[in-house]
């Protein structure tokens, strides 16, 4: 019985791990049609508030950006046109799976947006600074209906430090860990002084 309560717990600590260090892409909004080579992410970010103040009349925006484009900064983009090239360019790297239509990304600068576009459209991802997460065309369909494989994946780095649009502050993952551990350490003493006191 104690051998299985304790491989229960490892496999709760790890599952938690495993979703702390995955949970970092907090908010989506799009997708748009077109392609985001041709606005900045400032531009995005109004069309976006537009829209929202348009499907919620009289209601606050979600989020403040700022007054200027320089605010936000491109890291770099992985483009799709030459497969051999596709997937790093010594800043931004990314994994795929088979079908191409989603993976893993990794930066050596913190990331606070990246766009997905795939087929006709894009999406934008907030990512709180990150320097590593997933990445999806989830969300996007082509013109048969079917989610699209990845044309390209811009990051970014900036926005005067505003919130997210929709997101809220978000526990640093260390902390998040932290915070588990201790939680699991008091429930698995307060178990093993519930048996010694019951036996």
């Given amino acids: 019985m104690k051998s299985k309560t304790i491989a229960i717990g490892i496999a709760a600590f790890l599952l938690t791990f495993f979703l702390a260090l995955n949970a970092n892409a907090t908010y989506i909004f799009g997708p748009f049609s077109g392609n ?20 919620n009349p009289g209601a606050d925006l979600p989020f ?3 007054n200027s484009s320089d605010d936000f900064n491109e890291i770099t983009k992985i483009n799709n046109g030459n497969q051999s090239t596709f997937g790093d360019d010594g800043v931004f790297s ?46 996007i369909e082509n013109n048969g209906g079917q989610q699209p494989a990845l044309s390209h994946i811009t990051a970014y780095s900036g ?20 915070l588990l551990g201790s939680g699991l350490l008091g429930l698995f ?11």
């Fill in 64 to 66: 403040d950006i700022a």
């Fill in 159 to 178: 926005g005067g430090g505003n919130t997210p649009p929709g997101g809220g502050a978000q526990v640093p993952e260390p902390a998040t860990i932290f």
């Fill in 94 to 139: 990314i994994t795929r799976e088979a079908d191409n239509k989603s993976g893993m990304w990794e930066s050596n600068s913190p990331v606070d947006f990246i766009v997905i576009k795939a087929s006709n459209n894009f999406l934008v991802y907030s990512v709180d600074g990150s320097t590593s997460g997933v990445w999806s065309t989830e969300g």
């Fill in 189 to 199: 003493g307060f178990r093993k002084k519930f048996w010694k006191s019951k036996n």
């Fill in 36 to 55: 985001d080579s041709n606005q900045d992410l400032y531009s995005i970010f109004q069309t976006y508030l537009e829209d929202y103040a348009l499907d």
